[in-house]
């Protein structure tokens, strides 16, 4: 079980919008450490998706957003396409023994 | 544009000692940069094992830590992982990433599945 945690999955049609939460605690997001996001296709590396809580890289459409609020952080999709349907992961920084850099355990993401 | 390679043997017996370099091309590993080993076990998520700065300062997974060793060749612009007393356990893909501000990777390997069988 991930220390950052993620639903294991969500869903939506064409067009909609979805929300993926990644809730941690006191010693990773809630001690206000970057959150960042990753999308992964079978078979290929993850992507840097969205950096340093709501920041996209070149070339990252802006249907992609997030923000980050106490212990958790969102990533959402708007306009949602087919495209989309992918692995996502949120990774921040622990304090605690658990481990320095931390990943969420990912969520899958099915376009209707 | 920083491209980075892993390579090693895909199958490592039980007990035995799982060796990867990760080849660094575009940029030089001696850059402000920190450099990291993370694994995703078949199905399921990502695991940061550990990373190393060219100066050799090192952070491991305190889960890891005990079989885990990371270190960089400057000359060879590559860095590498060693993890021994495998077990079935640790069967993975391992991927070597940059990391951005000792905060996110930005880029990353495409990613070596090492079985771990007898």
């Known amino acids: 079980q991930s220390v950052l945690t993620q639903p294991p999955s969500v869903s939506g049609a064409p067009g909609q919008r979805v929300t993926i939460s990644c809730t941690g605690s006191?010693?990773?997001?809630?001690?206000?450490?970057?959150v960042h996001w990753y999308q992964q296709f079978p078979g290929a590396a993850p992507k840097l998706l969205i950096y340093v809580n709501s920041n996209r890289p070149s070339g990252v459409p802006d249907r992609f957003s997030a923000y980050k609020s106490g212990t958790s952080a969102s990533l959402d999709i708007t306009g949602l396409q087919a495209e989309d349907e992918a692995d996502y992961y949120c990774q921040s920084y622990d304090s605690s023994l658990s481990g320095l850099k931390l990943f969420g355990g990912g969520t899958k993401l099915t376009v209707l | 544009q920083v491209q980075l390679q892993e390579s090693g043997p895909g199958l490592v017996k039980p007990s035995g000692t799982l060796s990867l370099t990760c080849d660094v091309s575009?940029?030089?590993?001696?850059?402000?940069?920190?450099w990291s080993w993370v694994r995703q076990t078949p199905g399921k998520g990502l695991e940061w094992i550990g990373e190393?700065?060219?100066?050799?300062?090192?952070n491991y997974n305190p889960s890891l830590k005990s079989r885990v060793t990371i270190s960089v060749d400057k000359s060879k612009n590559q860095f590498s992982l060693r993890l021994s007393s495998v077990t079935a356990a640790d069967t993975a893909v391992y991927y070597c990433?940059?990391?951005?501000?000792?905060?996110?990777?930005?880029?990353w390997g495409q990613g070596t599945l090492v079985t771990v069988s007898s």
């Open positions: 990433a940059r990391e951005f501000d000792y905060n996110y990777f930005d880029f």
């Open positions: 190393i700065y060219h100066s050799g300062s090192i």
């Open positions: 575009g940029g030089s590993i001696s850059s402000s940069y920190w």
């Open positions: 006191s010693s990773n997001i809630g001690a206000d450490y970057d």
